[in-house]
């Protein structure tokens, strides 16, 4: 079994900045790519980023390119995203997913596990 933990969270102003975090533990044998998925009240939940094991490849939704980072920590178990210039739109309770293979993938089927979600709100 593999447990992801979310953390990072919270409120901030349109424009501001937050920084997600998620760490991988149990059976999560490497290598795994990792991802951030969002989602709001009554919508489908939608991709955000992903990156392979090694951090080498990285992979976003159109929507957040220029404004969000996602990268591994340095023990390769712990994945970020740099959230800036957020905007009221970007406010959804996002997900960490950890996907078994190595493909690099924006298709929610495709990942394996998931965290609890952590809510992000921006105030306009």
């Known amino acids: 079994q593999v447990q992801l933990v979310e953390s990072g969270g919270g409120f901030v102003q349109a424009g501001g900045s937050l920084r997600l975090s998620c760490a991988a533990s149990?059976?999560?044998?490497?290598?795994?790519?990792m991802g951030w998925f969002r989602q709001t009240p009554g919508k489908e939940r939608e991709f955000v980023a992903a990156?392979?094991?090694?951090?080498?490849?990285?992979y976003y939704a159109d929507f957040v390119k220029g404004r969000f980072t996602i990268f591994r920590g340095i023990t390769r178990n712990t994945v970020s995203l740099q959230m800036n210039s957020l905007k009221p739109e970007d406010t959804a309770i996002y997900y960490c997913?950890?996907?078994?293979?190595?493909?690099?993938?924006?298709?929610?089927?495709?990942?394996?596990?998931w965290g609890q979600g952590t809510q992000v709100t921006v105030s306009s």
């Open positions: 149990g059976r999560a044998f490497p290598p795994y790519t």
């Open positions: 990156i392979n094991w090694s951090g080498s490849i990285t």
């Open positions: 997913a950890l996907d078994r293979s190595t493909e690099v993938s924006a298709q929610l089927a495709q990942y394996d596990y």
